[in-house]
């Protein structure tokens, strides 16, 4: 006892140099707790829903990595090249309504407006916006008043190696310029889907096997049932990967999807049966079913097993999910040929021309406007359309066509040699048949019948009575 009341005199001896020191203790205890805690979060990874910071400015070692399992793209704010001011709300307009379309489309990954618009007035580069972003693809663009016409640029640029991917310039009347808003962003985004496809194509193309991603796999197929929707070894090799891809992720949506309409291409030659696209369809679906390419599949494949009816419940659900889908808006046309609606279908297919004009898929359009023209007996136009279909890719369609109409202008030899031509490409082709397929084009064959007349000229016979 007598102990603790000598320490507690000491104490009260001592207080101020007591308080001194326990002051310096904090201080000390405040820095050390402050460079532990700088240390700890220099040192540690982002919460998985956490942001990294990027954009201009950021440190090196907080750039995200580039996304390699879809095409990633940033839009950058469109430049105003013009004096008027009014031309920027415009341009950023424009911007915005870009990024929202893209957005949409679940096989892009885009950056948000706010990180996009961090670059605004800025002197870029496609690269340092790429490694920044930890994106593949820049698309740059500028609005400008041009006499009485307003011009709107724009260019998809590979970042990675500074190639452009895709231009193209949209011209409008001055006087429209309300409305050049919607148009212009429509035609952009629906430009801008074929031409990511492309590029990636190209990227996996080059890609070494062991790179591939299940999603390179896909687009893979995709670019091969594309580019001839006739071809038996183009679905083939479809299937081949959209199945590597499944083994890589099983539960890969689109890979099913894209599985299920080459499945449908060899199906309806009678090479598989009609339940292997029936199954992997259902898959896809019930993975994800608000996906516009899934349903764009779903539509293609019951079109080309003869489900007209519900291939256009599929193409219309496609179009409700993404509008901006020219493919979407052509296959819808194409149906509704078969639906005997060919006036319906050229407003469809047209419109699909117009919102892409490069689309690989352009071929196939074509073919099918000059059927649905045919059947309309606007020969004129269907030769033309025809003529441009098979100058691109040969389909059976438009070499069918390309006949009947040269046969109807009275252009035999030329004809012939077309028939001939279709012949090589459908081996074992009988004109019967074809004439019976034809006449199913429209209810009771009546539509149906001058082009069924013309298509027996071609081939040198003489149509069955009542034809």
């Known amino acids: 006892m007598d102990i603790f009341l000598s320490l507690f005199e000491w104490i009260g001896a001592n207080e101020?140099?007591?308080?001194?020191?326990?002051?310096?203790?904090?201080?000390?205890?405040?820095?050390?707790?402050?460079?532990?805690g700088a240390r700890t979060m220099m040192g540690r990874k982002p919460a998985a829903?956490?942001?990294?910071?990027?954009?201009?400015?950021?440190?090196?070692?907080?750039?995200?990595?580039?996304?390699?399992?879809?095409?990633?793209?940033?839009?950058?704010?469109?430049?105003?090249?013009?004096?008027?001011?009014?031309y920027e709300f415009l341009a950023d307009g424009l911007t915005e309504e870009i990024i929202l379309g893209l957005s949409r489309i679940k096989q892009f990954f885009v950056i948000a407006r706010n990180s996009s618009f961090t670059y605004k007035g800025r002197p870029t580069?496609?690269?340092?916006?790429?490694?920044?972003?930890?994106?593949?693809?820049?698309?740059?663009?500028?609005?400008?008043?041009?006499?009485?016409?307003?011009r709107v640029s724009?260019?998809?640029?590979?970042?990675?190696?500074?190639?452009?991917?895709?231009?193209?310039?949209?011209?409008?009347?001055?006087?429209?310029?309300?409305?050049?808003?919607?148009?212009?962003?429509e035609a952009i985004v629906a430009a801008l889907q074929p031409a990511l496809r492309r590029a990636e194509a190209d990227l996996a193309r080059r890609a070494q096997p062991e790179d591939l991603t299940a999603w390179a796999l896909v687009n893979q197929a995709w670019g091969a049932v594309q580019s001839d929707l006739g071809s038996r070894e183009a679905a083939e090799s479809a299937v081949t990967a959209c199945e590597e891809a499944l083994r890589l992720d099983p539960d890969y949506a689109l890979a099913h999807a894209v599985l299920a309409h080459a499945q449908s291409l060899l199906a309806r030659e009678g090479v598989i049966g009609r339940e292997l696209p029936e199954e992997s369809i259902r898959r896809a679906l019930q993975l994800s079913d608000d996906d516009p390419l899934i349903h764009h599949c779903h539509a293609a494949m019951r079109g080309n097993l003869g489900r007209t009816t519900e291939a256009v419940r599929a193409w219309e659900r496609s179009l409700e999910l993404d509008p901006n889908s020219a493919a979407?808006?052509?296959?819808?046309?194409?149906?509704?040929?078969?639906?005997?609606?060919?006036?319906?279908?050229?407003?469809?297919?047209?419109?699909?021309?117009?919102?892409?004009?490069?689309?690989?898929?352009?071929?196939?359009?074509?073919?099918?406007?000059?059927?649905?023209?045919?059947?309309?007996?606007?020969?004129?136009?269907?030769?033309?359309?025809?003529?441009?279909?098979?100058?691109?890719?040969?389909?059976?369609?438009?070499?069918?066509?390309?006949?009947?109409?040269?046969?109807?202008?009275?252009?035999d030899k030329?004809?012939?040699?077309?028939?001939?031509?279709?012949c090589s490409r459908a081996p074992g082709l009988d004109i019967a048949s074809l004439a019976t397929l034809l006449g199913s084009l429209a209810p009771g064959g009546v539509r149906s019948q001058p082009l069924i007349r013309a298509i027996y000229r071609a081939a040198g016979a003489e149509a069955p009575p009542g034809s």
């Open 414 to 422: 030329e004809a012939q040699t077309a028939y001939a031509d279709l």
């Open 125 to 150: 580069d496609s690269q340092q916006v790429s490694r920044e972003l930890g994106v593949r693809y820049v698309l740059e663009g500028s609005v400008r008043k041009h006499g009485d016409r307003v």
């Open 49 to 86: 829903n956490e942001a990294p910071a990027t954009g201009p400015g950021a440190p090196e070692a907080s750039h995200p990595p580039l996304v390699r399992d879809r095409p990633s793209i940033a839009v950058l704010p469109f430049a105003n090249l013009s004096e008027d001011p009014q």
């Open 154 to 185: 724009a260019q998809l640029v590979d970042a990675t190696n500074r190639r452009t991917a895709w231009a193209e310039r949209f011209d409008r009347p001055l006087n429209e310029i309300v409305h050049v808003d919607d148009e212009v962003t």
């Open 328 to 411: 979407a808006r052509a296959g819808l046309g194409i149906a509704r040929i078969y639906m005997g609606q060919p006036d319906l279908a050229l407003e469809s297919i047209d419109q699909a021309l117009r919102l892409s004009p490069r689309d690989p898929l352009t071929y196939h359009w074509l073919a099918n406007r000059a059927l649905a023209c045919s059947l309309l007996e606007r020969w004129e136009d269907a030769l033309e359309a025809a003529e441009n279909s098979t100058q691109r890719t040969g389909s059976q369609v438009g070499y069918v066509v390309l006949a009947a109409a040269l046969a109807e202008a009275g252009r």
């Open 16 to 36: 101020a140099v007591l308080s001194g020191i326990a002051a310096t203790i904090v201080i000390f205890g405040v820095l050390f707790t402050l460079v532990r």
